[in-house]
């Protein structure tokens, strides 16, 4: 795991298997984003078996499967959808191909873990939500700036036991450093990312629908521009919204692509919950000038200051959650609904957003 670089960045845990061997086998399908390396490794914890892996690309098979011995590399796509000993399909696709490769997995009987953002417009959204209907079949979403950061998974239980009271505003940061020359060609095209609120504010938006509580929300103001990238003029390296929840809830995010190098990790992510009787701050993935460790809390009540460093302390109870929910038909890890309106309110953010600078008269992002 590299802290330098957030493509490549795959937290990783001690394990906590919910079932036995053999139990839950799951394949890998699309690694086009390294974020497919945290969804299998989070699995494998809670004791699934990644047992099939397929990509276009052998030298991506083959790096995965080094990873988890065992895991064999698949002929084709429809080997891995044809298997009938496969529970679940993880992916990582590109954005714009996630939601018809899910819809696939779906028709074939199996559940689907997708990495965020699961889809790209609405119209995909539409068709996904339809096929869950129809199917039965999970479409579970790998939101990990809150999923796999263990400050964020004890924020949430401070919240639930209602250490800081009602939450009534969420502020948050989700920078992301470049590194350009080992982008491929469809990070810097919107139309196959979804654009940078699509993309990377999806993972805004369902913290903030989470910590408040909320079932639902408004944009009320959203805005892109391209400041520093002008060799890829449609790109977007800088986002920012507002929402409003229908429980009352305000939130603010920015999101950007302008993390100076200088800094030790990828992306210096923060998120603020003011509640009605005190405010909690995380600083996720490090303590800049102070701490390389993340996963580092603060929180202020009516009674005390207190910090705490929570790496490797907390754990990440969703994969396990995840796992339990496929075999049993519950909906322990995230509700389905909660993951569908997050990547809605962030779509539809990207869609409405003020376009600056250089984006200024340009049309909004549409899927490949």
């Known amino acids: 795991m590299s802290a330098g670089d957030g493509a490549s960045y795959a937290p990783s845990g001690s394990r906590r298997a919910v079932v036995g061997p053999g139990e839950l086998r799951f394949a890998a399908l699309g690694l086009d984003h390294g974020h497919i390396n945290g969804m299998c490794n989070g699995l494998t914890e809670a004791g699934a078996e990644l047992a099939l892996v397929y990509d276009p690309d052998p030298a991506k098979v083959a790096a995965l499967c080094a990873q988890h011995p065992g895991a ?84 949430g239980q401070l919240v639930a036991e209602g250490r800081i009271g009602r939450v009534v505003q969420v502020l948050g940061l989700g920078p992301h450093r470049m590194n350009a020359r080992s982008r491929p060609e469809w990070h810097f095209r919107p139309a196959r990312t979804g654009g940078i609120l699509c993309d990377i504010g999806s993972h805004q938006v369902e913290q903030f629908l989470y910590y408040t509580g909320a079932r639902g929300a ?69 303590d800049v000038a102070r701490d390389p460790a993340g996963d580092q809390l603060y ?45 809605e309110l962030a779509i539809t953010a990207e869609q409405g957003a003020l376009r600056l600078g250089a984006l200024a008269g340009t049309e909004p992002p549409q899927p490949a």
């Open 72 to 155: 064999e590399p698949a002929a084709s796509a429809q080997q891995v959808l044809d298997d009938p000993s496969i529970a679940l399909v993880a992916s990582a696709a590109v954005p714009a191909d996630r939601a018809g490769i899910g819809l696939r997995v779906l028709a074939h009987g199996k559940d689907y873990f997708v990495d965020k953002p699961p889809l790209t417009s609405l119209d995909q959204l539409e068709a996904v939500r339809a096929a869950v209907a129809s199917t039965g079949r999970r479409y579970a979403v790998y939101y990990s700036e809150r999923l796999h950061v263990e400050c964020a998974v004890f924020a």
């Open 218 to 286: 408004s944009v009320t103001s959203s805005r892109v521009a391209n400041y520093h990238n002008p060799e890829h003029p449609l790109f977007e390296d800088f986002g920012d919204c507002c929402l409003v929840a229908d429980n009352g809830a305000v939130g603010y995010f920015r999101v950007d692509w302008l993390t100076p190098d200088g800094l030790a990790s990828w992306g210096d992510g923060r998120t603020v919950l003011l509640g009605t009787e005190g405010y909690i701050e995380l600083r996720k993935y490090l």
């Open 299 to 343: 929180v202020v009540d009516g009674t005390r200051e207190e910090h705490l460093a929570l790496r490797g302390k907390v754990g990440f109870p969703f994969f396990g959650e995840l796992v339990l929910d496929c075999l049993e038909r519950t909906e322990r890890s995230m509700s389905q609904e909660h993951a569908f309106r997050a990547i």
